[in-house]
Structures are given as structure tokens and as C-alpha cells.
């Protein structure tokens, strides 16, 4: 099964992506992740995309799609791959859609997550992830079970992300609104899309992504 999370910055695609890798098997491929890890490591991918994240902006086209290209071919992805954060332009969704027909690979669904910019803003300025396992939570809305503790692999570390301020989201929104959105026309014209209340609480956001797995299953 492929499937993409589709949603503006803070939509809750991350938080998402690893329910379902969990419950459903599919492998997480977040390119912002991705580059995040290229960035940290001081990779020739790494120096070009810094500052294009760092002001809110998109990397490029052909740095994407070659990360992407690259990872799909490998094991993992055999049983279908969940993208998170991918395609984000619709040069980049019509690069997947060529990867996908030369693999003989069927796009499942496109989960469109709807959540107000007004949220977003709270959601990523609290938002914090654990340093070890990239396991995410938030301040208020995600706290882990034991305070300072992570849920998942015990660390006590935990990372921000350096382009979480208030000054970044707002660029990352408009940028959202102009090169991303027009992604939802991209895939209602090919019968893929399906929009879930981002606003609700994370488990009922998760309910309702099942829905659509399961209908597609
Ligand atoms: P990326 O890492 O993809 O960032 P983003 O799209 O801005 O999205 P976020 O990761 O900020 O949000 P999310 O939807 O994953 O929300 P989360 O689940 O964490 O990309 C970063 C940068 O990399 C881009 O700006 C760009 O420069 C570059 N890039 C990446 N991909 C690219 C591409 N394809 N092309 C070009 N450039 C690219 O949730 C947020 C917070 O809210 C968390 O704390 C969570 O606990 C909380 N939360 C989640 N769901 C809920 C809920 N339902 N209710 C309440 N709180 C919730
Ligand atoms: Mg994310």
C-alpha cells in the first residue's frame, strides 16, 4: 500500500506516520526528516538544503525526488511506503507518479489533513521530539507518560527544531499555501483524495485515517 500525508506544517503527518507505521507496517518516509539527517551529518544534500529550511522555504525539486527515488528502492519499501511530507510541489507529484508507473506501484490514497493556521502555530511551537528515537510529543497536547522520559526508548534527551519559531511558521504556511495546495486538485482529478479532520484530538485523527485504510485494504 502507498499512501501520502498531505497537511501544512504541524498538521500532525509525523505524529501520524508513526501510528501507522506502527499498526499497519508501512515505512515512514519523511523527507524533512530525511533532511534533517542530511543537514546534521554535513552532506553535500545537507549544505544545499540548510538554509532553504531554515527560512521556511522548499528545498529543491531535484534534491527531493533523487532522496526519494533513492530510498524507495530499498527493502523496507517492498511492502508499501507512507509519505510524509513528499510530494510537496506538483513537479515533485508528477516525479512520483513516474517512480510509482515504472514500478508498477498503485498510488492507495492521498489523506488530506485539515487542520486552521491558527493551530498550527501552537502545535509546532511546542511541539519537541526525543533525541534518540525522533519519538514526537508536545508541551501540552502530547506530554510523555513519565515526565522528562521518553515513551519509547527510555532517552532523557530531547531535540527543538531550529526552524520551529513563530517567524519561521509563518513562511512555512504561506509556502504551504502556495506551492502545496495546489496538490489537492493534483489528486481530487485523479479520484485519490481524502480530507480527515486534522482538528480533532490526535486518537480520533487516527481513527479516522484507519477508516480509510481499511476501506482501501
Ligand atoms: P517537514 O519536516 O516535513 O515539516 P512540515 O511539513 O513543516 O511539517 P511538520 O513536520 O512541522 O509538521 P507535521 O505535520 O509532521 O506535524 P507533527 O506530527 O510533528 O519539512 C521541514 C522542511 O524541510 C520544509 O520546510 C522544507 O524546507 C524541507 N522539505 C521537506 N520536505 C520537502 C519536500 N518534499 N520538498 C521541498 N522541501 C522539503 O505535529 C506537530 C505538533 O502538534 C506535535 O507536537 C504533535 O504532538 C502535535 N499534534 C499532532 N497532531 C495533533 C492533534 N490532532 N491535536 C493536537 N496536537 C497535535
Ligand atoms: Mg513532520
Given at each position: 500500500m502507498i499512501i501520502i500525508l498531505l497537511g501544512p506544517?504541524?498538521?500532525g503527518k509525523g505524529t501520524q506516520a508513526q501510528k501507522i507505521q506502527n499498526s499497519h507496517g508501512l515505512v515512514q518516509l519523511s523527507t524533512g526528516d530525511m533532511l534533517r539527517a542530511a543537514v546534521a551529518a554535513g552532506t553535500e544534500v545537507g549544505k544545499k538544503a540548510k538554509d532553504f529550511m531554515e527560512a521556511g522555504k522548499l528545498v529543491t525539486d531535484e534534491i527531493v525526488v533523487g532522496i526519494i527515488a533513492d530510498r524507495i528502492e530499498e527493502d523496507d519499501c517492498k511492502q508499501g511506503f507512507l509519505l510524509d511530507g513528499f510530494p510537496r510541489t506538483v513537479a515533485q507529484a508528477e516525479a512520483l507518479d513516474k517512480m510509482l508507473d515504472q514500478k508498477a506501484l498503485i498510488l492507495g490514497a492521498v489523506v488530506e489533513m485539515k487542520v486552521d493556521d491558527e493551530a498550527l502555530v501552537d502545535r509546532i511551537t511546542g511541539r519537541y521530539t526525543c533525541a534518540d528515537c525522533n519519538q514526537g510529543y508536545h508541551e501540552v497536547n502530547l506530554k510523555p507518560k513519565v515526565d522528562g522520559v521518553c515513551d519509547n526508548c527510555g532517552s532523557t534527551n530531547f531535540n527543538r527544531r531550529a526552524d520551529d519559531n513563530r517567524k519561521t511558521v509563518s513562511s512555512r504556511l504561506e509556502t504551504y499555501h502556495a506551492q502545496t495546495a495546489p496538490l489537492l486538485p493534483y489528486y481530487e482529478a485523479k479520484g485519490v483524495l481524502k480530507t480527515v479532520d486534522?482538528?480533532?484530538?490526535i486518537d480520533d485523527v487516527s481513527a479516522q485515517i484507519k477508516d480509510v485504510l481499511s476501506a482501501l485494504a
Open positions: 506544517p504541524g498538521a486534522g482538528m480533532a484530538d
